[in-house]
């Protein structure tokens, strides 16, 4: 057995709705009982996104709040430890209100968009220059270990401007999200071209959307990947025809891993893995 893999279970995210799969957790008490059930089938890492009565995204903090108080109340009773990464994306609102649950909550990572872009020809993905300067020093501030969502190949160079000037702090941790339209395609090219570009020392994961993500967590196995990420935020069949559950994801994933001979990292062993800290 080499190196244990974290598996991230990525719930919701900002657009997948009900009416694309019925399993999409969207209120407080469907995104805890999920991620709770993913905890328990092997997810080490759980990425949160928040969505408002009506099931559209938001990033109100009393929110997230609400969600991520009741995920570890739930938690703590069934005694199931769960590294807690939010998300800070969500062009459309407040930079400040983007980091405002941060302080707050103290989660031990969160997401960390190093680029703009045009999503899926829908609407500009927008992380502009001052939003990553204070993202990456409010974090750093909260040790709060950011994630570096890398939908693109420009990105990967930003990351590298943010680390010389001291807006990042090595060790370094990628997410490729991979397959998004408007960023890099899910294949083995861009992975190819993204890896060797990491910082030395960094640790990485992988996810693809839709149709790559099974390829994409083949992909990530046969190139030593440090995690996968799986979930509805990304991907919301099993095969084509057949709607996934988080938990189908998170089962999936797992048994692509003990077959490719990794075992599945604990979420205090994710915390040694990346240096994260838990501070609630
Ligand atoms: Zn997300």
């Known amino acids: 057995m ?3 893999l974290i598996i991230t279970a990525a719930l919701c995210g900002a657009g997948t709705m009900k009416q694309q799969n019925p399993h ?7 995104i805890a009982a999920d991620a709770l059930a993913c905890a328990k ?10 969505r408002d009565n009506e099931e559209k995204n ?25 590294v807690f990464n939010l998300t800070t994306s969500g062009a459309k609102f407040p930079e400040d209100m983007r980091v405002a649950h941060l302080p707050i909550l103290l989660p031990e990572m969160c997401s960390y968009d190093p680029g703009t872009m045009n999503w899926a020809n829908s609407y500009v993905f927008l992380n502009t220059p001052a939003f990553l300067e204070r ?16 939908f693109d190949g420009g990105m990967i160079g930003n990351v590298d401007y943010y680390l010389k000037k001291g807006f990042l702090k090595s060790p370094l941790h990628y997410q490729f999200v991979l397959g998004v339209p408007g960023g890099m395609d899910g294949n083995i090219d861009s992975l190819s071209f993204l890896l060797p570009k ?9 996810t693809g959307i839709g ?8 992909a990530g196995l046969s190139e030593g990947c440090d995690g996968l990420r799986v979930g509805l935020e990304d991907n919301i069949f099993m095969e ?21 001979g990794r075992e599945i990292a604990t979420a205090a062993e994710t915390r040694e893995i990346l240096g994260l800290i838990k501070q609630k």
């Open 135 to 150: 993202l990456g020093t409010l974090s750093q501030e909260l040790k709060i270990k950011p994630e570096l969502e890398v």
């Open 2 to 4: 080499g190196k244990k």
């Open 24 to 30: 999409v957790p969207v209120t407080p008490e469907e």
């Open 240 to 260: 084509k025809g057949v709607l996934a559950t988080n938990v189908s994801l998170v089962e999936r994933a797992v048994n692509l891993a003990l077959a490719a």
């Open 58 to 82: 938001t990033m109100e903090t009393k929110r997230f709040i609400e969600v991520i108080d009741l995920t570890r109340k739930k938690c703590a009773e069934a005694n199931v430890d769960i």
């Open 41 to 50: 089938a092997g997810a080490a890492v759980v990425h949160f996104h928040v």
């Open 198 to 206: 990491m910082q030395p020392g960094s640790t990485w994961s992988v």
């Open 211 to 218: 149709r790559t993500h099974m390829p994409m967590m083949l």
